[in-house]
């Protein structure tokens, strides 16, 4: 999920009604960027983005080493 929109004009990417098909397809496996290219703007909008997946029952994202898909709990990160 790219969030890089969110604070300029209101959407992620993709918008939530598409993440919201995916998790109801069964979809779980999710990463968040928020496309900075300057440091003040690394992970804008995430708690936006935390929010919107724990509210639909997801509450973890993944990021991959070796291309294998590593589990991380956002639970705890909001809320």
Do not use: W
Not at 48 to 65: A, D, F, P, T
Not at 71 to 78: A, L, R, S
């Amino acid at each position: 999920i790219n969030s890089s929109c969110i604070s300029d004009y209101g959407f992620m990417m993709p918008s939530e009604d598409i993440i919201k098909k995916y998790i109801d397809m069964g979809g779980y496996l999710f990463t968040y960027g928020s496309d900075a290219h300057v440091a003040k703007n690394a992970a804008s909008c995430m708690d936006e983005v935390y929010k919107l997946l724990i509210n639909n029952g997801i509450n973890s994202l993944y990021y991959y080493k070796n291309r294998q898909p590593i589990k991380y709990n956002i639970q705890e990160e909001i809320l």
